[in-house]
């Protein structure tokens, strides 16, 4: 009551000052909130034991002072149209180099602290790194940029620590400490928890107002003092005024004298409350950043122990390490089994540089320290990768061909009238079921025999392996025979896992000669003839994502290939085909297969309008000679604006607004050969996709 009152006291006298002075944060209230749960001042109570318990061992082996490290991220969100708002590097490293400073008592400023209070004062010994190591072992700059529409984030809400809501979600709390730069709505600096706060994992971290990160232009807050203020904050500190009133015990800390509320501005010491001089230039006040210049011992010792108490994973953290050495590639197969137009783009994605790069051919080099390999045959290849801390990596590569017959079968080498799983193991039962499947060898088509799939033996599902692909176009083809007044059917995986399926698609045959291919939510009927051997085939462009579909060479339908979530793109895969009875919704399920056979071939050349359109922007052709068509997402987007870049991040062909219709159309034919990436956005959206550019 005593604080409230404080406060309402302090809102009164000083409307002008309001205007001038901003509260450092919002602590206090988020502080009142918690210890109103029996829960929290159960977790006091512990911590206040534990830290007893520290406190009389430190004192034993006080020798032992070591230097904490604590890996940073620091992720700026920055509106699209506040051009004020721009944080560079530059100011980044200034922020992080003033935190090291007050961190370990090497601020110039210290030196105004008062002669009374220099026998408390207190030196953290921590350290902060921007992190080098990103969550995925990728070698980062430790600084992450988000362009967002949001003008500004609400504290209540938290907004700026989620993705999906204009701002960016945490680096793993456990291993960083995250620091969100943006605008915030209400009037604070910036804020912070306790590691106490009753608050999700990925909210742990410090908020700070762009115009108070590093060395700013602000008149009062230009000193970078709002994150080492808001740090006290995440290492459990609290105000020095605690809940305000002259409580002994306000802030839990014995060597800051009581304090009755916060000071502003840049007061003259001495300054009294609660009968004692004030320490208002402590971080944890509210004056001006350059009066605020030093922490207590008593807060160090509580700033320690919350590190090693609540927060001991992040002195684990590998984020200021060493990155791992990983590299992608993309292949471009050859036209033909004897040509030599086939090649390799490296992109070593990260790693510490310079790299050694070897490319063996049967144990011989056949090229070295390039990122392209061009004009190669089909093959198998080995490219070494070795980065200047010895880390070491070896891509087996097989460059193939157009037309090139991966697998096939046409059940010629199995004995007849006998189960087929008996026999091999490249037809597998799926998952649970049963497989009783067997090989017969009436009316054949082709060769002898063929293999009988029967309802009448149970489920049947019988699959055979794919891979596990997700790049490329592949052409599949069998014969199927489904006699008059019987029914069939195939499912094409995305994801095969027994635990964790995901059907691509379905085809379906009838008892009454209706096939039907079945994809999320939608069912394209088509005829086929019944009683008789047709073929059926499919060309499945994992890059395109486009499924065609064929009855002998009619196509029947067209559409993705695979829709099954909301962030299709990103994992379309091909794993299995499964010939299946789906005896308990198609009766009479009786059906013969044969001359299988999977290929690898060029990807579609469907355009425009003649497959759904997907959910993400697509590329295509990829590789690409000299057009490159740019297949726009399904969505009420009218403007995009794209620009072409390479690895480095440089502008090859720059921005270009391009406006209605699904496609447009770059020609690319200047670029030089190699890996290039496309940036298309809007106002409320950023894709980046890759493409590979072809000499010819
Ligand atoms: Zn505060």
């Known amino acids: 009551m005593r604080y409230l009152l404080a406060n309402l006291f302090l809102l009164s006298i000083s409307a002008l000052e309001a205007q001038q002075y901003i509260p450092r944060c919002n602590f206090d209230s988020l502080y009142i909130n918690s210890i109103k749960s029996h829960q929290f001042v159960k977790l006091i109570e512990n911590e206040e034991i534990a830290f007893e318990k520290y406190m009389k061992n430190k004192g034993k082996s006080e020798q032992n002072s070591s230097i904490y490290t604590i890996p940073v991220v620091v992720h700026i969100v920055q509106n699209e149209d506040n051009t004020e708002m721009v944080i560079s590097d530059d100011q980044v490293f200034e922020q992080i180099n003033i935190l090291n400073l007050s961190y370990n008592a090497l601020n110039e400023d ?27 072992g990728y070698s980062t700059t430790g600084i992450t940029r988000t362009i967002t529409s949001v003008t500004s984030f609400s504290t209540a809400q938290d907004n700026i620590k989620y993705t999906n809501q204009g ?24 804020y912070s928890n306790t590691p106490t706060a009753n608050i999700p994992d990925h909210e742990q971290g410090i908020v700070v107002g762009y115009s108070y990160f590093g060395h700013t232009e602000h008149d009062k807050y230009n ?25 002994s015990n306000n802030d839990f800390v014995t060597d800051t004298p009581n304090s009755e509320d916060a000071y502003f501005g840049n007061p003259i010491h001495p300054q009294v409350s609660c009968e004692t001089n004030d320490m208002f230039m402590n971080y944890m006040d509210y004056v001006n950043d350059s009066s605020m210049v030093m922490f207590s011992q008593g807060q160090v010792d509580r700033m320690q122990f919350a590190l090693l108490y609540y927060r001991p994973s992040i002195l684990e953290s590998n984020g200021c390490g060493i990155p791992a050495l990983i590299s992608e590639y993309d292949i471009i197969h050859a036209s033909e089994s004897e040509a030599s137009d086939g090649g390799v783009h490296i992109e070593i994605a990260s790693g510490i540089p310079p790299y050694d790069i070897l490319y063996l051919q049967n144990g011989d080099t056949i090229a070295e320290d390039v990122m392209d390999l061009l004009g190669i045959t089909p093959g198998d290849y080995i490219v070494q990768i070795i980065d200047s801390v010895g880390q070491q990596l070896t891509i087996d590569l097989q460059i193939s061909f157009y037309g090139n017959l991966i697998d096939s079968d046409n059940f010629e080498s199995y004995s007849p009238d006998s189960l087929l799983f008996l026999q091999t193991n490249n037809w597998m039962a799926f998952c649970q079921d049963t497989f009783a499947a067997n090989i017969d060898f009436i009316s054949p088509y082709e060769g002898s025999q063929y293999l009988e799939i029967n309802g009448n033996d149970g489920h049947n599902e019988i699959s055979k392996n794919l891979g596990d692909l997700q790049s490329n ?12 007044a019987r029914s069939a059917s195939y499912t094409v995986y995305n994801e095969s896992l027994c635990s964790d399926t995901e059907i691509a698609y379905q085809v379906t045959y009838d008892d009454e000669g209706n096939g039907f291919a079945i994809s999320t939510g939608e069912e394209i009927p088509f005829n086929f003839p019944q009683g008789q051997w047709f073929k059926m085939s499919q060309l499945i462009d994992l890059d395109r994502n486009i499924l065609e579909l064929y009855v002998g060479s009619q196509k029947v339908a067209n559409f993705p290939y695979y829709s099954g979530t909301s962030d ?10 499964v010939f299946n009875g789906l005896i308990d919704t198609l009766p009479n399920l009786h ?18 309008n003649e497959y759904k359109i997907p959910e993400k922007a697509v590329l295509y052709p990829n590789p690409v000679s000299n057009i490159l068509n740019i297949q726009l997402p399904d969505s009420d987007i009218i403007a995009y604006q794209i620009r072409v870049m390479n690895s480095m991040g440089q502008t090859l062909i720059p921005r270009n607004q391009i406006q209605g219709g699904n496609l447009y159309s770059i020609n690319i034919d200047d670029l030089p050969f190699g890996l290039f990436y496309l940036e298309l956005s809007s106002k409320d959206s950023r894709q980046i996709l890759k493409f590979v550019h072809l000499d010819d």
């Open 110 to 136: 210290i030196n105004q602290t008062p002669s009374e209070f220099e026998t408390v004062l207190g030196n953290p010994e921590i350290e902060f790194c921007l992190a080098s190591v990103d969550p995925m």
């Open 591 to 608: 059906y013969f297969l044969d001359d299988f056979k999977f290929i690898l071939a060029p990807n579609s050349d469907l355009i425009d």
């Open 167 to 190: 701002g960016i979600d945490a680096w793993d709390t456990d291993s960083y400490l995250n620091i969100w730069v943006g605008k915030i709505t209400s009037g604070v600096l910036g």
């Open 223 to 247: 000193m970078g003092k709002t994150a080492v203020h808001e740090l006290g904050h995440y290492l459990n500190l609290k105000h020095p005024w605690g809940i305000g009133g002259c409580d």
């Open 473 to 484: 176009a592949y052409d599949l083809s069998f014969l199927l025979y489904v006699p008059q």
């Open 568 to 577: 299709a793109f990103d994992s379309v895969k091909l794993s299995k085909i």
